[in-house]
T-cell receptor, first 115, second 111 residues
Framework: DAGVIQSPRHEVTEMGQEVTLRCKPI?????LFWYRQTMMRGLELLIY????????DSGMPEDRFSAKMPNASFSTLKIQPSEPRDSAVYFC?????????????FGNGTRLTVT | KQEVTQIPAALSVPEGENLVLNCSFT??????LQWFRQDPGKGLTSLLL?????REQTSGRLNASLDKSSGRSTLYIAASQPGDSATYLC??????????FGQGTRLTINP
């Protein structure tokens, strides 16, 4: 079991550029989550997929953020255009059994810095 | 709106001590509660998952309890070791399918 795999580990970009974060969930898990972690706000849920379908995107801060899950083994989180206040660590997590049933497994995160 | 609070925010104890980390939540309508550990620069590692129908879970030196009616959970760490130093977060699954996290307790175990 390779765990949840995220890429890149670090991303430094200039304001206005497009950023794409990638995630490969654990094989067999049917739920996928994108979280953002900052010192000020802690961990915040951005969006949640179940069986590749977005279920709740109410945490997505604004239209600059979008997420897709084209198949069960891949998801992307895109920010376009990026802004300095988007700087944070972005985590992907997956679980099995639907909401609130199985434990959540996290990737190591992508540290995004927007200058 | 569910709010999760962890006290204390930071804790430093000598090696070998038993310790308790506290977590409280405002809405008792939860599916389960999870305790995580986060090491610097790393993701979160799930330690224990307590279903809403359970009162406690144990794994090695860790024991987590859940009291839904009072909106509280505790994580008990026995015979603490320097390797236990990390940030510990609790999180609850509320009815809206969201896992709501506390701000965490930063634990330091001094050799």
């Amino acid at each position: 079991d390779a765990g949840v795999i995220q890429s890149p580990r670090h991303e430094v970009t200039e304001m206005g550029q497009e950023v794409t974060l990638r995630c490969k969930p654990i094989s067999g898990h049917n739920s996928l989550f994108w979280y953002r972690q900052t010192m000020m706000r802690g961990l915040e849920l951005l969006i949640y997929f179940n069986n590749n379908v977005p279920i709740d995107d109410s945490g997505m801060p604004e239209d600059r953020f979008s997420a897709k899950m084209p198949n069960a083994s891949f998801s992307t989180l895109k920010i376009q255009p990026s802004e300095p206040r988007d700087s944070a660590v972005y985590f992907c997590a997956s679980s099995s059994g639907g909401q609130g049933v199985g434990p959540l497994h996290f990737g190591n995160g992508t540290r995004l810095t927007v200058t | 709106k569910q709010e999760v609070t962890q006290i204390p925010a930071a804790l430093s104890v000598p090696e070998g001590e038993n310790l308790v980390l506290n977590c409280s939540f405002t809405d008792s309508a939860i599916y389960n509660l999870q305790w995580f550990r986060q090491d610097p620069g790393k993701g979160l590692t799930s330690l224990l998952l307590i279903q809403s129908s359970q009162r406690e879970q144990t794994s090695g030196r860790l024991n987590a309890s859940l009291d839904k009616s009072s909106g509280r959970s505790t994580l008990y760490i026995a015979a603490s070791q320097p390797g236990d130093s990390a940030t510990y977060l609790c999180a609850v699954y509320q009815g809206a399918q969201k896992l709501v996290f506390g701000q965490g307790t930063r634990l330091t175990i001094n050799p």
